[in-house]
């Protein structure tokens, strides 16, 4: 087995690696909202039974990979190499999440797209002939996330109509040589985009325009066009994003028919006050894993592009007036050939 | 092309992947080291004439890269895929240096490990049949990682003995399917190894552990002995971890006589003031693509095993009372078959 590139950037397996498992976990509010029945376990508790936030997060990581390899029905110790990454400083959600795996480790930073640069080498690592077994998880948490980025939860900060609600959740996907289940065919990893937004509330605009660059490049790449997929979804542009990736392939005389947004499909707006939509690494993840792959596995869609989005700034990048730069990778997923 | 896993978790390549073009820059610290003669380019100026020590690393993994591309007589534009992390929060050390690269960008954390992961990653991606050309990056900075991860420089903190000072460098390598120059045979990824060290002054003894593990898991897996290698060298260990390390193998009777680490070659302990050696992602990587290519290159050795370790902390993890976790991955480079 091994892999080759057509077009510009895009990978194409000849045979695809199976997502043999996936699970995903997610928080209280996460539970309420429209996708709650999809997934594996929803915590009523946001420390998840620990001391802090940070190490809840690094339980929800373990306990999704677990949930995900109980529904391969493989053993977690099957899995040969994991990838992983999350948006907390130093990835010490996955990186503490994992220190008793005994599963060799690659860390990853990409922070909201990362389950789909997790999600592309974890398929290489099996395409390439290194591995029968690999898997990838991503997390995000609410209150790591706000105290890190934005304040502590106490002080009670107002919140912009852009901003977006990070994600209590993880998910996890088991990809293996063979088996049963939807199939990896493509990935084109994105390049970094900066469209010189300066507003860390208004990350769906930054990110907007990588998701943009990466679907179109896809299409080049692949000669496919958006009739190819049943859905394609991006990771979490919100409600301003979204509608900016659809005005963008407007202006090239081509139409999104059926694309959804996994920051809009999470919450509900009207109800829930979540501002423009979820975010988070733990966001696509969770619909991912959740909602999405039940829904192929039911039938209901046969081939979706999967591309979560990542905003790559942090506090410090945001205080010394830089921009931030965005990414996107695009998976394509499959029960057919 | 394709490759394949020997043993428990070593990747092997039957036609491996060239280092066509290294390059490595320093600050001026580094440049007065035992090592200086041998980095690309030497900065005098701590801000590498940005406004900020955050700009200035952007700029030395941009840099970097330039000037392994030059080396290796290629136009950046023909890498196709780039590999490339720091410890940074959210690793704006990366992401900022290579936002107008135009290149598919994966980002990585393995802390001080990362040098090794970027390595085995774009090493795979080659063997895996995805790509002719790929490249890895990896920075640090000293007054980067002093004022995020311990005190503001002007503070002036004291230093502890077995504290490892952060090394402001950087090094890139371009990897080709073919070409001219010493080769990647072999990479062990490594799984996270806690032993339960809590003092953030003291990881080298944190990150030993680590070491010791993947060095005798590719033993193991490859049926080598240290003898097939002219030299094994950790990543940042430091005279405390160096020490550590030899003392875990003379327990299962195996000497190490050709060992040596990158955070002990890069300054002269005597002269230098840095208590137990250099540290940081630019540590390993400005060794490995400044002095240990250069001298593969020359003819000194000819086999090597390259194993960075990192330190999988944060500011929080420790202020919350974690123990430090610490990965190593090994990467044997090869101007023979």
New interface residues.
């Given amino acids: 087995?091994?892999?080759?590139?057509i077009g510009k950037?895009t990978?194409v397996f000849s045979q695809p690696p199976v997502l043999i498992g996936h699970a995903a976990v997610a928080g209280k509010k996460e539970g309420e909202g429209p996708l709650g029945s999809s997934f594996d376990q929803i915590s009523m508790d946001s420390y998840w039974d620990e001391c802090?936030w940070?190490?809840a997060e690094s339980v929800m990581q373990r306990t999704v990979l677990a949930l995900a390899a109980d529904k391969a029905a493989i053993p977690p110790s099957r899995i040969?190499?994991l990838f992983a990454?999350d948006?907390?400083?130093?990835?010490?959600g996955s990186?503490?999440g994992?220190?008793?795996?005994?599963?060799?480790?690659?860390?990853?930073?990409?922070?909201c797209s990362t389950m789909g640069?997790a999600l592309?080498?974890a398929a290489?690592?099996i395409?390439?002939?290194?591995?029968e077994i690999t898997a990838a998880v991503t997390s995000s948490h609410f209150c790591t996330a706000e105290r890190?980025f934005r304040f502590p939860l106490e002080y009670g900060g107002q919140r912009t109509p852009t901003s977006q609600w990070t994600v209590t959740g993880a998910g996890a996907t088991i990809l293996a040589a063979s088996g049963l289940g939807p199939a990896i065919t493509h990935v084109t990893?994105?390049?970094?985009v900066?469209a010189g937004i300066t507003d860390p509330n208004n990350m769906g605009a930054a990110m907007a325009p990588a998701a943009y660059t990466t679907i179109k490049q896809h299409f080049e790449d692949t000669g496919r066009s958006p009739a190819d997929y049943d859905l394609i979804v991006t990771g979490d542009l919100g409600s301003l994003g979204h509608t900016i990736v659809r005005d963008l392939f407007k202006r090239d005389s081509v139409t999104l028919q059926t694309y959804q947004d996994c920051g809009l499909m999470i919450f509900d707006r009207e109800r829930q006050q979540v501002d423009a939509g979820g975010s988070g690494c733990g966001c696509a993840a969770s619909v991912l894993n959740g909602y999405l792959l039940n829904a192929i596995r039911d039938g209901r869609w046969s081939r979706i592009l999967f591309c979560p989005t990542g905003a790559?700034?942090?506090?410090?990048?945001a205080q010394?007036g830089?921009s931030i730069?965005g990414?996107c990778h695009a998976v394509a997923i499959s029960t057919v050939g």
Same sequence: chains 1, 2.
């Fill in positions: 087995m091994s892999g080759s590139k950037q990978f802090s940070e190490k040969e190499y990454g948006l907390l400083n130093q990835s010490i990186t503490f994992h220190r008793d795996s005994e599963i060799p480790f690659f860390g990853l930073f990409g922070a640069e592309a080498l290489m690592t395409v390439g002939g290194f591995a890190q990893p994105g390049k970094i900066d790559l700034m942090s506090t410090t990048s010394q830089e730069p990414i």
